[in-house]
Nanobody, 122 residues
Framework: QVQLVESGGGLVQAGGSLRLSCAAS????????MGWFRQAPGKEREFVAA????????YYRDSVKGRFTISRDNAKNTVYLQMNSLKPQDTAVYYC???????????????WGQGTQVTVSS
C-alpha cells in the first residue's frame, strides 16, 4: 500500500511559477513509476507528466512541454512538478499517481493522492 500526499498548490498570476510536491510512504518508492494528472471543473482527468522509476525518462503532454518539469528524489520519497509560465488553462486540481508499471499517460495507476488545487489568474 502506498500513500501519496500532494502539496504546493495555490493561486498564482499568469506567467508565474509553482512547484508541486508529492510525498510517498508505505513501500519502496524507487519501485514505482510516477505520474501527474490534472482535472479542471467539468472536464475529465488528463495526463500531465510521468517519470520512470530511476528518473532517467520523463514524458509530458504537448501543452506543457517546455514549461513543466517532472523530477523525483528517491532518497526523499518525493516526486515534483515544477510549473513555469503558468496559464489560466492550467487551472485544475493536480494529482500524483504511482504504479509499479510504467503506465505513462494511462489513468490505470494503482495509487492516487488526494489532489492539490492550482489556480492561475489572468
Amino acid at each position: 500500500q502506498v500513500q501519496l500526499v500532494e502539496s504546493g498548490g495555490g493561486l498564482v498570476q499568469a506567467g508565474g511559477s509553482l512547484r508541486l510536491s508529492c510525498a510517498a510512504s508505505g513501500d519502496t518508492f524507487s519501485d514505482y513509476a510516477m505520474g501527474w494528472f490534472r482535472q479542471a471543473p467539468g472536464k475529465e482527468r488528463e495526463f500531465v507528466a510521468a517519470i520512470s522509476w530511476s528518473g532517467h525518462s520523463t514524458y509530458y503532454r504537448d501543452s506543457v512541454k517546455g514549461r513543466f518539469t517532472i523530477s523525483r528524489d528517491n532518497a526523499k520519497n518525493t516526486v515534483y512538478l515544477q510549473m513555469n509560465s503558468l496559464k489560466p488553462q492550467d487551472t485544475a486540481v493536480y494529482y500524483c499517481a504511482a504504479d509499479r508499471r510504467q503506465l505513462l499517460r494511462s489513468p490505470e495507476y494503482k495509487y492516487w493522492g488526494q489532489g492539490t488545487q492550482v489556480t492561475v489568474s489572468s
